[in-house]
C-alpha cells in the first residue's frame, strides 16, 4: 500500500526507487521523455510510468475517432490528410501498446494481443477506406479540370472562328437548336414512314 511516507528518488541513470519506511522498491523505466526529479508525490510517478491498462482506452478512442474522420472526409468536411495524420498516430500507440503487453501476465497477454490485434485490423480497414475515397476524389478533380479545359478550349476555337462576341454566341446557338429540330423531324418522319 502507498501511504504519504512513501518517497520516490531517482538517480542519474533513470533508475527510480520507491520508498517507504519497511522497503525498498527498484524500477527502471524511460525518463528520456519526461524526466523525474526527487519528489514526494506519487501522482509524478504515476504518470510517468505507462501501462496497457491506461492506454488501451485511449487508443479505442482514438480509433472511434479515426472512424468519424473517416465519415467527416466522405462527406467532403475534411481533407483525408488529417485522417492519416490521426491513423499514424493510432498505429503508434498501438506499437507501444504491443511493446507493453510483455509486462502482463501470460493468460492477459494474451487477451490485450488479441484486443490490439483487433484495433490495428480496424485501423487498417480505415486507412484503406480513406485511400480508395481519397484516389476517387483525386480522379473526379482531375476529371473536372481536364473537363473545364477541354470547354475552355472549345469557347475558344468558337469564338476565334465567329469573331467572338454574345451575339455570335447567340446565333450559333440558334442554329444548333434550329439543326437539333430539323433532325429531331427527320426521325419521326422515317419513324413515321416505317
Known amino acids: 500500500p502507498l501511504h504519504a511516507s512513501n518517497r520516490l528518488l531517482t538517480d542519474p541513470r533513470g533508475n527510480i526507487s520507491l520508498h517507504n519506511k519497511t522497503t525498498k522498491y527498484h524500477l527502471r523505466i524511460n525518463t528520456e521523455t519526461q524526466p523525474l526529479r526527487n519528489t514526494n508525490n506519487w501522482k509524478d510517478f504515476r504518470k510517468i510510468m505507462t501501462s496497457i491498462v491506461e492506454l488501451f482506452p485511449k487508443s479505442r478512442k482514438l480509433a472511434y475517432d479515426s472512424r468519424q474522420q473517416l465519415s467527416q472526409v466522405q462527406n467532403g468536411l475534411l481533407c483525408p490528410s488529417e485522417l492519416f495524420l490521426s491513423l499514424d498516430e493510432l498505429m503508434r500507440q498501438l506499437d507501444l501498446l504491443e511493446n507493453l503487453t510483455h509486462k502482463e501476465t501470460p493468460s492477459q497477454r494474451e ?63 440558334s442554329r444548333e437548336a434550329d439543326s437539333l429540330a430539323s433532325s429531331r423531324n427527320m426521325m419521326n418522319d422515317l419513324l413515321a414512314s416505317g
Open 111 to 173: 487477451i490485450w494481443k488479441r484486443k490490439i490485434l483487433e484495433l490495428r485490423e480496424d485501423a487498417q480497414s480505415i486507412r484503406r477506406q480513406g485511400e480508395h475515397y481519397d484516389r476517387m476524389v483525386s480522379a473526379g478533380i482531375r476529371q473536372r479540370k481536364e473537363r473545364e479545359e477541354l470547354l475552355a478550349r472549345r469557347r475558344k476555337n468558337r469564338d476565334t472562328a465567329t469573331g467572338g462576341g454574345e451575339e455570335d454566341e447567340m446565333q450559333q446557338l
